[in-house]
Structure formats: C-alpha cells, structure tokens
C-alpha cells in the first residue's frame, strides 16, 4: 500500500498491528466494549478525578415540549 | 462528566472543557483519563471532560448540546469549581474535533459561553468527505475515507446526503468564521482529515482569527494517541500543551493591559 510507504518509521509498529476498525451498528456496542477495556488505571496522587451527572439540555426541552402536549 | 482539579488549589484556574474522539459512535471520557490528568499537570488548569451522548442512538444535534450544556454547567459553576472564566478553552480530536469547531461557533451565535481558546485537533469537520486527502486515504491508515462515511452517516442520521446539514452539524460548512477564539490545531500529513483541516484554518485566517497549526509529515490518524513514546508524539503533545497556556497567557496579556490603560 503506497501511503503506507510514507509512514515514517517508528509509527509503523502500531499501524500494522491496529486491528481494522468496523462501524457496522450490529457490532458497535462490541466495539465500544473493547475499546473500555483497554483503559488503564490512573495516577489520581496529585489530580482527583469526580464523576458528575448533568440534566440534558436536549432531555429538558423535550420534557418541557411534552409538558405543553399535555397542557 | 468527568471533573479533574489538582488536589491542592490555590485560587481559581483556567478551565478547559475536553472532548474525547470516536467518530461520533465511539470512545468514552474515562478513556481520556489520563491525557486529562496530564492537561491538570502541565498547564495548570481544570478539565471537565464531557461524556457526550453517541451516534447513533443519539445522532445530531444531541452529541453537540450535551457538549454545550457542558461548557454552560462549567462556566455557570465556575466558582464551585476554582475555574477563572475569564479562561476558558475548549479542545478535542478527531470527532472531538469536529465538536470543539462546531461549539465555539454555537457559543458565540448563542452569545454565551465565552469560549477563549479552542484546540479542534485533526477535527471531523467535513461531510462531504470528498476533500483531495479523503480521496487519498481509503482504507487502513486508522480512520480512512470508508470509516468517514460510516461516521458521518450515522452522526447526521436523517440529516446525511441532505443540503440542509447546519455548520454546526459540520463546521466546514460555516460561512461565517469571524470573531472565534485563537485557535491551535494539527494534523498527520496522512489523516483523510488533512486538507479539510487546511481549509479550516486558511478560512480562519482569513477571518482574522489568530491561527497556529502544524502539518506532520508521514503521520497518520490520531498518532499521537496511538504511539505516545514515539517522538512524533511527544514533540506534537508537547507543542499543543503549550499553545493551550500561550492562549491563557495571551488572556492574562490582554487582561493586564486592558487594566493598565484604565488605571
């Protein structure tokens, strides 16, 4: 593969053995489930690291739509 | 989302909103995590990582509102979080890209959030997905121009092959570039992305936005990502770190002299 050639050479190792990505729906979620599984832990000593759950803009607006439905 | 402060603060900080990649139907914030940490580390500020919703259960304009509820909820609670909003930044690769490019043009149409800095990096920008590089790059290479499709595809959802896709869907379609923040950006000079990334930036500066951005030669896709070690990489990390505190100092610099002139 020619563009292949062009790939300067210490970037080549991860190219060749990166798996071909597919985005056909059926396996999206496999894919998506794959892709969590490759995370490592991380160093939290000096950063700590919150999870925080925000109301959707988009949830709100549609629930405001449907209020005024069912007004 | 994912909040990331230093664990000793002493007073606020800047804040930058970090959008993760994926194509629009791929990747999580927790994958970032440790990039996000690093960010905390080398530039001094806090991140708030946004857990978009994704194609294509969630095709456009929710990805983009979640990202924007994201950045109103970190400037509305700046105080709760030590963040100055007077700095604030916005950055994200790839499809994280194409979202950072298209919520800076959201927030300065919606006239709020003030957005200071964006980092759309190596950004999915272009639907038409027709660009000389696109053409290019069709298959491997990590993201190409069939996996592009696919992408697209899924994220513009009844919107796809239409004339009416908004520039906020796919930011290459702006016509109106004026008035957004300083803007860094890069690309692997083999990315499909790279010549839609060229023409985003020429249109920026030629709407007077101060531009800073670099081509790689013999990179692909997400290479810094992919090879962290290589010095590819680490040159490419290293620079656009710094260009996120240049554009916060840049602020500082304004910030001084707006109150010199006043004194």
């Known amino acids: 593969m020619r563009n292949r050639e062009r790939v300067i050479p210490e970037l080549l190792e991860v190219l060749d053995n990166f798996p071909e990505l597919s985005?056909?729906?059926?396996?999206?979620?496999?894919?998506?489930?794959?892709?969590?599984?490759?995370?490592?832990p991380v160093d939290q000593t000096d950063v700590s690291i919150e999870v925080i759950a925000i109301q959707h803009m988009i949830t709100k607006k549609l629930m405001c739509e449907f209020i005024n439905l069912e007004n | 989302m994912r909040v990331y402060k230093p664990r000793k603060l002493n007073g606020d900080l800047p804040g930058?909103?970090?959008?993760?990649?994926?194509?629009y139907v791929l990747g999580a914030a927790e994958?970032?995590?440790?990039?996000?940490?690093?960010?905390?580390?080398?530039?001094?500020?806090?991140?708030?990582?946004?857990?978009y919703r994704l194609a294509p259960e969630h095709s456009y304009p929710t990805p983009l509102e979640d990202c924007y509820s994201a950045l109103c909820w970190m400037v509305n609670n700046a105080e709760l979080l030590s963040i100055d909003i007077n700095k604030i930044a916005v950055a994200g690769n790839s499809a994280g890209g194409g979202l950072t490019a298209a919520l800076?043009?959201?927030?300065?149409?919606?006239?709020f959030p003030k957005v200071h800095v964006q980092l759309p990096l190596y950004p999915m920008i272009d639907d038409s997905n027709n660009t000389p590089s696109a053409n290019e790059i069709t298959e491997g290479m990590i993201?190409?121009?069939?996996?592009?499709?696919?992408?697209?595809?899924?994220y513009l959802g009844k919107l796809?092959?239409?004339?009416?896709?908004?520039?906020?869907?796919?930011?290459?379609?702006?016509?109106?570039?004026?008035?957004?923040?300083?803007?860094?950006?890069?690309?692997?000079?083999l990315d499909p992305f790279r010549d839609e990334?060229?023409?985003?930036?020429?249109?920026?500066?030629?709407?007077?936005?101060?531009?800073?951005?670099?081509?790689?030669?013999?990179?692909?896709?997400?290479?810094?990502?992919l090879n962290p070690h290589s010095s590819v990489a680490q040159y490419a990390m290293n620079e656009y770190i710094n260009a996120i505190k240049i554009g916060f100092d840049r602020i500082s610099g304004s910030l001084k002299e707006a109150k010199e002139t006043t004194a």
């Not at chain 2, 930058?16 to 194509?23: Q, V």
């Not at chain 2, 936005?209 to 013999?218: A, K, M, N, S, T």
Request: charged share 20%; proline share 5%.
């Open chain 1, 23 to 40: 985005l056909e729906q059926e396996i999206i979620p496999q894919v998506r489930e794959a892709m969590k599984n490759g995370n490592e």
């Open chain 2, 16 to 23: 930058l909103l970090w959008i993760h990649g994926g194509g």
């Open chain 2, 31 to 51: 994958s970032d995590d440790a990039l996000c940490v690093r960010y905390v580390k080398d530039i001094g500020c806090i991140v708030v990582s946004v857990d």
């Open chain 2, 104 to 111: 800076t043009l959201l927030a300065r149409d919606r006239k």
């Open chain 2, 143 to 154: 993201w190409n121009q069939q996996l592009n499709d696919l992408g697209w595809k899924l």
């Open chain 2, 160 to 189: 796809y092959g239409s004339d009416n896709i908004p520039p906020y869907a796919a930011p290459a379609r702006a016509t109106d570039y004026s008035n957004l923040p300083y803007t860094y950006t890069f690309i692997g000079q």
């Open chain 2, 197 to 225: 990334t060229l023409t985003y930036v020429t249109k920026l500066a030629q709407a007077g936005v101060d531009v800073e951005f670099h081509l790689y030669p013999g990179a692909y896709h997400a290479f810094e990502s």
